[in-house]
């Protein structure tokens, strides 16, 4: 079982950088692969940014590549996002999954991230 909880979301200017940590808890999270989504008012969950459990293989939707970089450490995920965009707007949630191409098994609450311009 891997309990996730995000933070670091708020209300930014267009430009500005946010930092989201997701905090993971469990035994076996370290080998869990993990991912970034977010969710905007009336828009179908996006896939954001993805790692595997090591941290050496990342993958980002086209949209956020070069001004998003997700990392992890032994219990957090971070998504550090620079240059933000009022398209950017939106609920970002963590995800983890036990092998890496398989749906997401645990969900964070969410975080809400505003991009004003």
């Known amino acids: 079982q891997v309990q996730l909880v995000e933070s670091g979301g708020g209300l930014v200017q267009a430009g500005d950088s946010l930092r989201l940590s997701c905090a993971a808890s469990?035994?076996?999270?370290?080998?869990?692969?993990m991912g970034w989504f977010r969710q905007a008012p009336g828009k179908e969950r996006e896939l954001v940014a993805t790692?595997?459990?090591?941290?050496?293989s990342t993958g980002y939707t086209d949209s956020v590549k070069g001004r998003f970089t997700i990392s992890r450490d032994k219990n957090t995920v971070y998504l550090q996002m620079n240059s933000l965009k009022p398209e950017d707007t939106a609920v970002y949630y963590c995800?983890?999954?036990?092998?890496?191409?398989?749906?997401?098994?645990?969900w964070g609450q969410g975080t809400q991230v505003t991009v004003s311009s």
């Open positions: 790692i595997n459990w090591s941290g050496g």
């Open positions: 469990g035994r076996t999270f370290s080998s869990y692969s």
């Open positions: 995800a983890a999954r036990r092998v890496a191409g398989t749906p997401f098994d645990y």
